[in-house]
């Protein structure tokens, strides 16, 4: 159809979160002024009204001027997303082939998708006339922190106090306004936060003081002072992507404090990346309390929606100048962005892997800094090898750390072979032992099993029933303690049986879980300071922080913990390690496991003797000469991602090629299987010409889950260019399919894992 013009009137593209690959147009009213690029309109999609982005302004249309509809309105007068951060999510739309709308959606906090304003505002909270009544009759007896809470909202009066403020006099009071609100004696409300004079979207480095910084600054190690001058050396401006491979307790840390105080001394910002919340108190108090006089502002997904988009103003408005946040915070809007550092590179945490857009929030790290020209960091003691690679090719620099700080030696590490050894709920004789030697010697001890709940499965002692889940493909958790079984992949919870339900005969427990560990240990040491450190026990930040100040305090002496205990903790009087279920990951089918079981091993080792103490590190294992084991020992992580690097260029895998899955689930394993049959068909004479391999389909490793049965086709090829030409002519075929009316199905883009 010829393009139609539609002057006088106006045209705007508008990206609106529905699954469709593309934007759509609408007109714009004569009597009213164009919204703004990168800003929020709200207008008529079929029967609601949806808040979408204005991604162009145009004076014509493919469609007929008849057909459009007009903007209800235009929400915001500038733009939510500046050009720069626009241009990165198209781009991420583009590489990821996600529908930009919902790529935008995904960017922006709950409340801002629903129209909320985006005006920079400060949460205050007050009193009621029932709460002035209860403080004064001393209420709540019982609930001392709301008490105090109450105390000190009553003496601000009609003023109130707002949240930095109460973070200041009462840390963590949070949970205590959440039960007083509920009560009704207490009440918030948001009042607009005066810009800063000056340019509405940023502070100049005249306008903003060097900040102040009250921890003094540690002596550094030959090490980190290399690497700081690298960094510097590099020029105060302009991109440059930097590895630092650092080891445990090396200070990276301290590194990125330095790199960020020469940042916000020139009035720019700076934009931290952690791979999930439990690493985020941690680093958070280290920023705070360097920079006391710097606002930050912190993201992640333990936040309410109120707090998010307080956080998200404050990033946008410029007031933040520093952003902590996990995952989806790379999308933060910060004016002047001057750094970004992504700490713990390697987590898988960072790729978004279930659900709506998967994208990598590390490489769009890299990307984002990229269209900046500005630096990036990335950070970590066991990098991945596609960033490893990545520094041997150039597009990374590697700097490294190599020794820990303050003197402090590398643990010991040593295998306990289980074939020659008795165990009692998966602890070892010579692990009993060393525990005891340490516990006497006043120091502490972590012991580490991937495994959370009492048991991974109940079984029966006669007829071999082993408890199923009626909705996956998998065996239910034995939580002892509650009583329950529990899947970890569906979330079904039921009864914990007595008897077998197929013959009536006794069931017993196999295997161990955090919860039999700590109840082991409980009973091999009596009396000693116990914690445990798993989701089932620790869902708040504020119980990270218990847990934590515990062993720092001295009150726990034993931590049991599955990965949470590997990110980011410091205790200082840890001196023994000791790994169960070290066989993990040793014999699976997926091409990372080597890595992820490496990487888990070096994180956890590496929380021994991090002071003056010296450290040892205990892996139970039944396979003590398998060549991963015995190349971390005598080799170290370096010698090992040599060895993984050259398996993976032999087997052509990444980052020696690129991946993208295709996913499908349904009600019926045929239906997933037939639909991905078709779009194979439908692509082969197309891979063929571009030298793309086609995998599968296959069911998943977990076929069932969640009444759905899984499967996937995989694409795989050495020319990045030539996979992504082939996704884009091939993705509206599948669209097209009639069995893709059938079943859901999504693209993943440079999979971690496969399913």
């Not at 391999?693 to 296959?698: I, S």
């Not at 009444?707 to 884009?728: C, F, K, N, T, Y």
Request: with cysteine; net charge positive; aromatic share 6%.
């Amino acid at each position: 159809m010829d393009k139609v013009a539609t002057a006088p009137a106006r045209v705007c593209r508008v990206a609106l979160d529905t699954p469709l690959r593309r934007t759509f147009d609408y007109l714009i009213a004569a009597d009213t002024p164009a919204p703004v690029v990168g800003g929020r309109v709200a207008v008529p999609f079929g029967r609601r009204q949806l808040v979408g982005v204005v991604m162009a302004l145009a004076d014509q249309s493919d469609v007929e001027l008849a057909k459009l509809k007009t903007v209800s309105r235009a929400i915001d007068l500038e733009p939510t997303f500046d050009a720069p951060l626009l241009r990165l999510l198209q781009w991420a739309s583009d590489y990821y082939h996600h529908p930009v709308g919902e790529v935008i959606a995904a960017a922006l906090p709950k409340l801002a998708r629903e129209g909320q304003t985006l005006e920079a505002q400060t949460e205050y909270w007050l009193t009621t006339a029932a709460g002035v009544a209860a403080q004064a009759e001393q209420a709540p007896r019982r609930a001392p922190k709301q008490r105090a809470l109450l105390e000190q909202l009553a003496r601000a009066g009609d003023v109130g106090l707002d949240a930095e403020s109460l973070q200041e006099r009462l840390p963590g009071w949070r949970e205590a306004a959440r039960a007083l609100l509920a009560r009704g004696w207490i009440q918030s409300e948001a009042r607009n936060t005066p810009r800063a004079r000056g340019d509405t979207n940023q502070y100049t480095a005249t306008q903003s003081a060097a900040p102040a910084v009250t921890d003094q600054h540690p002596e550094l190690t030959v090490a980190q002072r290399e690497v700081l001058a690298s960094i510097e050396g590099a020029g105060e401006s302009g991109y440059r992507a930097w590895l630092l491979h650092g080891v445990t307790g090396s200070g990276k840390t301290e590194v990125y404090l330095q790199l960020a105080e020469r940042q916000l001394q020139r009035g720019r910002r700076v934009l931290v990346l952690v791979p999930e919340i439990g690493r985020t108190p941690q680093l958070v108090g280290r920023f705070a309390r360097r920079f006391p006089n710097v606002p930050l502002a912190v993201m992640h997904s333990g936040l309410t929606d109120t707090e998010r988009l307080a956080a998200w103003r404050a990033a946008r408005s410029g007031h933040a100048r520093l952003v902590i946040g996990t995952r989806s915070a790379v999308f933060a809007p910060i004016p002047a962005l001057g750094l970004l550092i992504v700490d713990e590179e390697h987590d898988s945490s960072f790729k978004q892997q279930e659900g709506g857009f998967r994208y990598s929030a590390r490489d769009l790290a890299l990307v984002r800094a990229h269209m900046l020209d500005v630096p990036v960091v990335l950070g970590s003691a066991t990098p991945s090898l596609e960033s490893l690679h990545n520094a041997a090719s150039g597009r990374l620099t590697r700097v490294s750390l190599p020794d820990r700080a303050a003197a402090a030696s590398p643990p010991t590490l040593r295998l306990v072979d289980l074939r020659q050894e008795r165990v009692h709920a998966g602890l070892s004789t010579t692990a009993v032992s060393a525990i005891s030697q340490h516990l006497a010697a006043d120091g502490q001890v972590l012991v580490y099993i991937n495994r959370r709940g009492y048991a991974p499965t109940l079984a029966c002692t006669a007829c071999g029933w082993i408890a199923p889940c009626q909705s996956c493909d998998a065996r239910m958790t034995v939580y002892r303690q509650a009583g329950r079984l529990r899947c970890h992949h569906c979330g079904a919870d039921r009864d914990l049986p007595r008897q077998c339900p197929q013959c009536g005969y006794a069931v017993k427990t196999v295997g161990q879980g955090t919860e039999r560990v700590e109840e082991s240990l409980a009973e091999a040491f009596p009396g000693v300071g116990i914690a445990r450190l798993d989701r089932d026990v620790v869902r708040r930040n504020d119980e990270l922080e218990a847990v934590v100040a515990r062993m720092s305090a001295g009150k726990a002496r034993i931590l049991v913990g599955t990965q949470m205990v590997a990110k980011g903790h410091d205790f200082p009087s840890l001196t023994l390690v000791v790994v169960l279920n070290a066989d993990q990951g040793l014999f699976s089918t997926d091409f990372r496991a080597a890595e992820r079981l490496a990487q888990t091993i070096v994180q956890v080792a590496g929380r021994a003797g991090r002071a003056s103490r010296p450290g040892e590190v205990l892996i139970q294992t039944e396979y003590p000469e398998h060549p991963l084991l015995t190349g971390l020992l005598s080799g170290g992580y370096d010698a090992f991602a040599t060895a993984a690097l050259d398996e993976r260029r032999s087997a052509a895998w990444p980052p020696f090629s690129r991946l993208a899955a295709l996913r499908t689930s349904a009600t019926h394993a045929e239906a997933a299987i037939d639909f991905l049959e078709e779009a194979r068909r439908a692509a082969e004479p197309r891979a063929r010409a571009a030298g793309v391999r086609l995998l599968g389909p296959a069911p998943a490793a977990m076929a069932k889950r969640a009444d759905r049965h899984h499967a996937q086709l995989l694409l795989e090829s050495v020319d990045r260019g030539a996979l992504h030409r082939l996704l884009d002519e091939w993705l509206p075929v599948i669209e097209a399919l009639p069995s893709a009316r059938r079943v859901r199905w999504s693209l993943d883009v440079d999979p971690l894992e496969l399913f």
